[in-house]
């Protein structure tokens, strides 16, 4: 099994946590998920690139720009729905694992920090025992296949 969102969908459906059974919140949570990666993800992945990208030029600056209005655009869609819960659900599911990990990719930006709803659900779904064992284990991946340093 390949693609993440099929990898946590295969997971959650073996996990009324992670995907409710009632067929209203099951939907919602489904919803969650895609709009992690379909609406949510590309845009800050375009500006990881543009932000990674040694082109730094007048061109890119005007595009990058528009970029950020668009994640901006949807961090603000999102803290709306935040305000006043601690999940974009009833309780933790699929969807707030996905949309985590999406945000993460903003590390090196303070745009989540423009939005403190946000940026509190980012931290209290990173501060999740289950969340910080699964990164651990990543990490632990990553050191032992470490190029040797010189």
């Not at 992690?36 to 845009?43: H, T």
């Not at 869609?77 to 305000?83: F, G, H, K, N, V």
């Not at 009833?90 to 999406?102: N, R």
């Not at 903003?106 to 745009?111: A, V």
Request: overall charge positive.
């Amino acid at each position: 099994m390949f693609e993440s969102g099929a990898i946590v969908l295969h997971l959650a459906e073996r996990s009324q946590t992670l995907l409710p059974v009632e067929p209203r919140a099951r939907a919602r949570t489904t919803s969650w998920m895609f709009a992690a990666l379909n609406s949510v993800e590309p845009r800050i992945s375009m500006l990881l690139q543009i932000d990674l990208s040694a082109q730094k030029d007048e061109g890119i600056a005007k595009f990058r720009a528009s970029v950020v209005e668009g994640v901006k655009g949807r961090l603000q869609t999102l803290a709306q729905r935040l305000e006043g819960r601690d999940y974009l659900e009833e309780s933790f599911s699929a969807g707030d694992l996905l949309m985590t990990t999406v945000l993460r990719m903003l590390r090196h930006t303070d745009l989540v920090a423009q939005y403190p709803s946000v940026d509190a659900y980012r931290q209290r779904c990173e501060a999740r025992p289950a969340f910080q064992k699964a990164l651990a284990a990543q990490m632990a991946a990553f050191a032992k296949h470490a190029p040797p340093s010189s």
